[in-house]
């Protein structure tokens, strides 16, 4: 759970799998199979989706560039997010 709330906290920022394993003083190995026996996908794509949700939500209430919006989520460029944006959202 404490790495869901880290996550949560901190989705614009960049996250590794080390970065959550300390956290949750787990091998790298445990913590991805016990982070998909709970949250059911694994963490790489929670992160993603934590992301992606942010970057809805900027995209109806602020007048944000796609650049910005990607910044502030977390993504390194446009490009790149809209490709994230468009494979989770099919939008």
Request: contains cysteine; hydrophobic residues 35%; proline residues 3%.
């Amino acid at each position: 759970m404490k790495s869901i709330s880290y996550i949560h906290k901190h989705y614009n920022e960049k996250i590794t799998i080390e970065d959550l394993c300390k956290i949750s003083h787990l091998s790298r190995s445990t913590y991805i199979r016990k982070f998909k026996e709970i949250v059911k996908i694994p963490p790489s794509t929670y992160i993603n989706k934590q992301r992606i949700e942010a970057a809805k939500n900027m995209l109806i209430t602020t007048n944000y560039s796609l650049s910005e919006i990607a910044y502030r989520t977390g993504f390194y460029d446009a490009p790149h997010f809209i490709k994230n944006f468009e494979l989770e959202t099919n939008i």
